[in-house]
């Protein structure tokens, strides 16, 4: 579903609070009978020798819960933001246009069709 870079860039995108260092992995497990199984490891390092940790066959499920077990522990981040980023991430995935054309694109679009019907 995602590459390991894309993971990554999604476990730090969706952390807002006070860390030092995050991981993020992708396990895959296949066996000789054509079984397959993915999980997704998700770890927040808020100080030395506390860590947030959450493992799940859905990489969205693995962010937001790390986030969450972070916040019951006490950890100031904010839930809503990584929601929001999470969600922006499946919609983009799904192709979701996530922001208006701007106004050179708007503005071009009005020049080309002004030429076609000229």
Known sequence: ?????????????AWCGPAVAHHASIQVYAAACGYQATQYQVSYHTSQGVCHYAAQACPFQAVAA???????????????H?????????????????????????ARRHQVVRRLHA
Request: glycine share 6%; net charge positive.
């Open 1 to 13: 579903m995602l590459t390991p870079l894309q993971f990554s860039q999604l476990v730090s995108a």
């Open 66 to 80: 790390a986030v969450a077990a972070a916040a019951a522990a006490g950890v100031p981040v904010s839930r809503h």
């Open 82 to 106: 990584a929601q929001r980023i999470i969600s922006r991430t499946a919609a983009a995935l799904c192709g979701v246009q996530l922001t208006r054309p701007g106004f050179a694109c708007r």
